[in-house]
């Protein structure tokens, strides 16, 4: 840890503020416990790091002296700022250094030490005006909208596939350029001026959003759909290795699985935390704002795994389902986003989602003009509303924190017209 100075708390506390507001909780002094635990929930659902409750309980009440660990900062700044906590400190300074000097101030009360002062606020000036102004947040909507950014596959329907990115940024102001393919910040790869063409690889199917970043600024998005002709299964170990499966690798049982012994020939280590992944990635004919969804599916028990839980993820052009069950006793750790409206298990009542999760369960889901309501085993569990469309369904997926099968899979318009049938009967 570092000495703590003046300009360090200020910039702390600012970006505290914007992560307050950017959850959506009050920014008040007398916090309860359950305003804490969801800070930790918020930070880990939108960065994927997992910061302890009392580190943020020690910051958020001022309870330190010296600065938080340097990744715990990074992780605060990158979500408040998109930057880490030195290249913010370093943007910070050169646009207040009044701020910065304050305390040389106060020890040294002479003409010379104001004139300096006003001297550097001018050149921070000119460095923060000239970061503005050619900076790519500084772009219009019909400027970033005149950016070339477009795809082509190298292939339909396949596994593993190639995609070649057209761009072009001569035009934009910037030190760095990137392309992430997805959400995910590990597959983003640097760029450069003076080329045109960059690929990539997309290893499992699904509708992701490709994105081209000037510095840590966004400036186009487009959507890529990496279709599958088939059923596929993957699994994570850690996430970023992922290691598909064909058909001849699942288990030949009249559901969707795959046995311990095959995963363990095939370097996937049951002692350890690990997820399965199956995919079925097309263009349904469906609207996600009017449409049935059922599906049956179990665990097996692993060891390295005492909260099982699956995720159903249902993705449409627009927007997405995001739906946990977990085993009894763990609905803390579940996590539910219908549309725009998140339900976090650390924050609500989600206990209606824990079940039996050994046991084969059925779950139906029904949306009727935004409007969503789910049953489990026949039983409604649960209801609720949203507001931004979702779009065409281009991708249903199930993610299990260990071993998973799935069974009986059924797609129907709001007419009750069936769009896709699966019970896997037949051997793979």
Request: glycine share 6%.
């Amino acid at each position: 840890m570092n000495t703590l100075s003046p300009i360090d708390r200020e910039l702390l506390d600012n970006i505290k503020r914007r992560i307050v507001k950017a959850s959506g909780l009050e920014d008040k002094a007398d916090w309860v416990q359950k305003d804490y635990e969801f800070l930790v929930f918020f930070i880990e659902d939108q960065t994927g790091v997992s910061l302890s409750l009392s580190t943020i309980k020690r910051i958020w009440r001022n309870e330190y002296h010296r600065l938080p660990h340097s990744a715990t900062l990074d992780v605060l700044s990158q979500l408040a700022y998109q930057m880490d906590w030195l290249g913010l400190k370093k943007k910070w300074l050169s646009r207040t250094p009044q701020t910065a000097m304050a305390e040389e101030n106060k020890r040294k009360r002479n003409p010379l030490i104001y004139i300096v002062a006003i001297l550097a606020l001018l050149f921070g000036l000119g460095i923060f005006l000239s970061l503005t102004l050619d900076s790519p947040t500084s772009l219009s909507p019909s400027e970033k909208k005149a950016i070339a950014f477009s795809y082509k596959k190298s292939m339909d329907g396949t596994i593993p596939n190639t995609v070649v990115f057209h761009y072009d940024v001569e035009s934009v102001q910037a030190d760095r350029f990137f392309l992430q393919q997805s959400w995910d910040e590990s597959r983003r790869v640097e760029i450069f001026k003076g080329n045109t063409e960059q690929t990539d690889i997309y290893y499992v199917p699904g509708f992701f959003t490709a994105r081209l970043l000037a510095d840590t600024v966004v400036i186009k998005e487009i959507p890529i759909h990496i279709t599958h002709d088939d059923w596929f299964m993957a699994a994570r170990q850690p996430m970023s290795n992922i290691r598909g499966f064909d058909r001849k690798y699942w288990s030949d049982v009249p559901y969707m699985g795959i046995d311990k012994d095959t995963l363990l020939a095939n370097h996937i280590d049951l002692s350890q935390v690990f997820q399965l992944a199956f995919y079925q990635v097309q263009d349904f004919g469906l609207e996600g704002d009017d449409f049935a969804y059922a599906t049956r599916f179990r665990m097996d028990p692993v060891d390295a795994i005492p909260c099982p839980n699956i995720s159903l993820h249902v993705q449409g052009e627009t927007g997405y389902y995001w739906i946990m069950f977990g085993q009894k006793g763990c609905e803390s750790e579940l996590y539910t986003s219908l549309g725009e409206v998140q339900h976090p298990g650390k924050y609500q009542d989600l206990t209606m989602f824990g079940t039996e999760i050994y046991q084969w369960q059925e779950v139906r889901f029904k949306v009727v003009d935004k409007k969503v309501t789910l049953m489990l085993n026949g039983k409604p569990i649960f209801s609720t509303a949203y507001s931004q469309p979702i779009g065409a369904i281009k991708e249903i997926s199930y993610f299990f924190n260990g071993l998973g099968m799935i069974d009986d899979v059924r797609l129907w318009d709001r007419t009750g017209r069936l769009h896709f049938s699966e019970d896997f009967d037949s051997p793979p």
